[in-house]
């Protein structure tokens, strides 16, 4: 058995793992853009986003021209922020419509054009080869909340967990990074479950708290490189 099977579950599944959910939640965050200009949920918080932005900047690994992917991007201000931040090369997929026409339409009220956008089911058969997108490679692989949203799948988790890993591998350049952020995982259980492709570059401090004794972090980010 690989390291990766072995990374059970100890939360159960729910609804935030099935499409049906992210399409009703895009659709009233597009109306709620329109009408408000909200741009929605920002997963984690806006620190937890900073902490991986501030991360990249500081660790002289990444160039601004260097392409990025920012896998369920959701409402897409990750890369917002990021062409904030003059980065050039800039992808978002999702597998929700809804979620790409509101990324897509923040992008164009914010004025920013660099930013390309692709509807895309990560854990589809073949998705490395039917989405143009996902046929290249990439200097930085982002993951916030997408890997627990696949995790949460009610069935045959492991199975679209497996089939995300596959993805995310062929993707990441050998030189890449795939920065992930969790709130279901702690550090050791990404580490056990992506360790058959990949190896620990760099945890990124998140907040943590005491309880009885045990120090634990509410938010995981964690920074990873393919195995050579
Ligand atoms: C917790 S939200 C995080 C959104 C965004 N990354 C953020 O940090 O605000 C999880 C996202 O993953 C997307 N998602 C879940 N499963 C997916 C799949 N199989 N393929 C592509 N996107 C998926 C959902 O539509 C949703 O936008």
């Given amino acids: ?9 100890d ?5 935030l793992g099935t499409k049906e959910y992210w399409d009703k939640t895009y659709d009233r965050e597009i109306e709620s853009f329109k009408e408000f200009g909200d741009v929605g949920e920002i997963w984690f918080g806006e620190d937890s986003q900073e902490r991986v932005l501030d991360w990249l900047e500081d660790c002289g690994l990444v160039t601004i021209e260097d392409p990025v992917l920012d896998l369920g991007c959701g409402n897409g201000i990750m890369l917002i922020e990021m062409a904030r931040r003059g980065y050039t090369n800039l992808t978002g997929v999702d597998y929700s419509e809804g979620a790409i026409d509101l990324a897509k339409s923040v992008a164009h009220k914010e004025e920013i054009t660099c930013i390309n956008y692709q509807v895309v089911d990560l854990v589809a058969d073949d998705c490395t080869e039917k989405y143009t997108c996902l046929t290249k490679k990439y200097k930085v692989v982002i993951d916030k909340g997408t890997y627990d949203a696949i995790s949460l799948i009610p069935d045959d988790e492991m199975e679209a967990r497996t089939a995300y890993l596959r993805t995310v591998k062929r993707i990441v350049s050998d030189n890449g990074l795939f920065v992930i952020t969790s709130c279901n995982w702690t550090e050791q259980q990404l580490l056990q479950f992506w360790e058959t492709d990949f190896e620990l570059l760099e945890k990124i401090p998140t907040p943590s708290f005491q309880f009885g004794g045990q120090q634990g972090n509410t938010v995981t980010s964690i920074v990873l490189k393919p195995k050579s």
């Fill in 11 to 15: 939360f159960v599944s729910s609804e």
């Fill in 1 to 9: 058995m690989s390291a990766s099977s072995e990374t059970k579950r």
